[in-house]
Structure formats: structure tokens, C-alpha cells
């Protein structure tokens, strides 16, 4: 079997995953749901990580491809189940970078550059 060569990183810091602040998000479901998913994916790794900074857009996932200079695609307001599950279906079908879910694409944005090297630096611990 081929190495997984994308890998989605599921926030789970201070505001992503927390019932404080998204208190009808069922935050472990969620997490069950793409670690699962991404067992079954032989393409693509899921793992959690600290508060990756743009806490706003909370809940945060990055994707990003393994072993490339590859972008890496910021989706915020992952926050229901519907979303959830199309993220999952997308890592399982194979997690195509040009196929993303067209729902979770309209809460894609920009990280600025000091995000994206704290967020670099969690995804390296
Ligand atoms: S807690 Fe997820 S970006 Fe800060």
C-alpha cells in the first residue's frame, strides 16, 4: 500500500472542538467520524492538533498534501454533520485535492503568513 499522501488536520484547540464555543457541535462524533474515515482513506492521514490561530473560523481543518510543496487548503465553520460527513466522504473516496466538497469549498479562506508558519509548526510536532 502506497504512504497516505494527503493529511487533514482536525483542530482541536482552544475554540475548535469545545462545547464553549459551538455548544450543538458534537465534537467527539466529529473527530470519530474523520479519524475513521481516514483509516479506511488509503490516501490520506487524519490527526488532531493544537489551536492552529484562526480561531474565528472555528472549527478549523487544514489539508494538506504530504511530501510536496503543495498548498495547503484552510476550510473553516466545520461545524455540523452534514459537513463532517462530507469531509469524510472525501477521504475516503480518495481525498482528490482538485474534488473538493463544494459546501466545505464556500468556507475556504487565506491564512496570513504568520498562521500558516504556527500552523506549520504544529503539524511538525
Ligand atoms: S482553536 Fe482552532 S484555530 Fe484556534
Known sequence: MDPPHVEVLLCRGCCC???????NTDHEQQEQILVAAGSRGPTTRVRT?????????????????????????????VNTLPRTRSLAAWIE????????????????FVADLAIRQQAARRAAS
Do not use: M
Open 49 to 77: 492538533v493544537g489551536c492552529l490561530g484562526p480561531c474565528s473560523h472555528s472549527n478549523v481543518v487544514v489539508i494538506r498534501p504530504i511530501g510536496t510543496a503543495g498548498q495547503r487548503t484552510w476550510i473553516g465553520r
Open 17 to 23: 472542538g469545545t462545547a464553549r464555543k459551538h455548544p
Open 93 to 108: 473516496a480518495g481525498a482528490d485535492l482538485e474534488d473538493l466538497p463544494e459546501e466545505l469549498l464556500r468556507d475556504r
